[in-house]
């Protein structure tokens, strides 16, 4: 199932000493998150279950456009993959971060967008969707 | 490492520490409860956490859903947030059972508007103490509060935070009028945006206090300001003519609600603080005292400080 896949990407592997454990007197062997996954074997990710969607999915460019924002907004780093599953809670953002990210999308794409339409936004893609739908609505 | 060796905490030869990552963790030591008119407040720097083997141990405390949550963050640095977050909530919590309950033995469920609160066990000879908690967290620190039997709301926001939209559209699109007005006072570009931020946190305290959620208590509908306008910043101690924080709504100006109180402080130097918290009416002097802190920098099972009277807790406005 794609939403799998996209989970478990979404976990990149880093290297090891990306934690910045201890070295140097104590010696300590720096411990990643994902080793911590190693031993605690009973995690498996479940699959997130796929919604129905009756529109249509926003083309590539506008979810990469929304990537992009959020990218910026959110100033991840350069190896967090973003795509279009990825979720506004697994990517860090706050209350502050997702106004600031609905301002940015309403200023890129020249809509406005309800509070209540922005409340039911859980995923990159969501949003895109949404972007699309005004746009379309706009110029329709 | 060098500041383990100063703080004393660790032997020279830590290799133990390493070699046993399994090991039951130190025991927590057991605090007071909170009095009703008190918000207690621990907070973790995760950049202070550079013994990767505590990651072992605060991920033995969890839930297996709140592993599988924390494993769902992007990235290690929000994996690591993730999980120091759960892992503050239940130590913090636990702290204030007498040694009854383990972090790991605490169970949460999510009130009628998703607020997270904790699901408390029957016990035969034993009633818990009724604890109501909220946390707050930033890429470099994470809060929790703690009170006994109150609805509290705690946010915290990096001092340096700065906005990529322009201060005024954000807040003429979220804010009340009242806060707008004052906001276009300030003509120090810096300060309108440290007063934003200071305002922002203490609208998600109270948004987080009532716990129905942002939508449920859209940030337009309601004014926080200071309740004497012409004392803007008021340091070091209370006065009883003092101003202080209060809330309204823009549909109801003039009738303050009374129920909640406001405390708005720097934390270690980095941070603004709001903490948020329904006033205790059945204690007889509940109408007239204001909010009394009690804070604690963190690192849990391995180190614990009182910073209230220090200069970690500054400039508090009540």
Redesign the interface.
């Known amino acids: 199932m794609a939403s799998i896949s996209a ?1 478990a990407k ?3 592997t ?1 290297p090891r000493h ?5 070295n ?10 994902s080793s ?2 190693r ?2 074997p ?2 498996r ?2 699959p997130t279950p796929m919604r129905f969607r009756v529109c249509c999915a926003a083309k590539p460019e506008t979810v990469q456009k929304v990537c992009d924002i959020v990218k ?2 959110l100033a ?2 350069e ?4 795509t279009g599953e ?2 506004f809670s ?3 953002a ?3 971060d997702t ?2 990210i609905v ?2 999308l309403e200023e890129a794409f020249n809509i406005s967008v309800e ?2 339409s922005a ?1 039911n936004i859980s995923t990159v893609q969501d949003a895109a969707d949404l972007i699309e739908t005004l746009v379309a609505a706009k110029s329709g | ?1 060098s500041w383990l060796l100063r703080r004393n905490m660790l032997p020279l030869h ?2 133990s ?2 070699r046993r ?1 399994f090991a039951s963790p130190l025991p927590l030591p057991p605090a007071s409860l909170p009095s009703p008119r008190e918000t207690h407040i621990w907070y973790v720097v995760p950049d202070e956490l ?4 505590l ?2 141990q605060y ?1 033995e405390l969890l839930s ?1 859903c709140e ?2 949550s ?12 993730a ?1 120091l977050a759960r892992a503050l909530v239940r130590t913090t919590l636990a702290r204030y059972t007498d040694g009854r309950l383990s972090p790991k033995s605490f169970k949460f469920q999510k009130n009628r508007f998703g607020k997270p609160e904790v699901e408390w066990d029957k016990y035969d000879l034993w009633a818990p103490p009724p604890l109501q908690f909220n946390i707050s967290h ?2 470099t620190m994470i809060a929790c509060g703690v009170t006994l039997d109150l609805p509290i709301g705690i946010d915290i ?1 990096e001092k340096q ?1 700065k ?3 322009n201060i005024l ?2 807040a003429h ?2 804010f009340s009028p009242v806060e707008v007005a004052y906001l276009k006072t300030l003509a120090d570009p810096e300060c309108r945006q440290s007063e934003f931020i200071r305002l ?1 946190t203490l609208k ?1 305290a109270y948004v987080k206090a009532l716990g129905r959620g ?2 449920g208590t ?1 940030f337009k509908d309601f004014t926080i300001r200071l309740e004497a306008s012409n004392s803007k910043q008021v340091t070091g101690e209370l006065k009883s003519d003092a101003p202080s924080i209060v809330v309204e709504a823009v549909d109801d100006p003039g009738i303050l609600m009374n129920r909640w109180q406001f405390a708005l402080f720097e934390l270690n130097n980095s941070h603004y603080t709001a903490v948020c918290m329904e006033r205790d009416v059945k204690n007889p002097d509940g109408e007239n005292n204001s909010l009394k802190l009690e804070v604690w920098r963190t690192l849990p099972f391995v180190e614990d400080e009182c910073v209230t009277e220090t200069d970690a807790v500054k400039n508090i406005i009540r």
């Open positions: 989970t979404s976990i990149p880093r990306s934690l910045q454990a201890v140097g007197i104590f010696g300590l062997k720096s411990v990643s998150i911590l996954r031993s605690f009973s995690i990710l479940q910026k907004q991840l780093a190896d967090i993959a973003i990825s979720k697994t990517l860090g706050d209350s502050l106004v600031e301002m940015g509070e209540e409340q | 490492m830590s290799n520490l390493a990552p550079k013994d990767a083997s990651l072992y991920m297996p592993r599988q924390v494993l769902r963050m992007n990235g290690e640095r929000l994996q690591k947030g999980l930033t890429s926001e935070r906005t990529s939209n559209s954000l699109r979220y922002w998600e942002f939508s859209p």
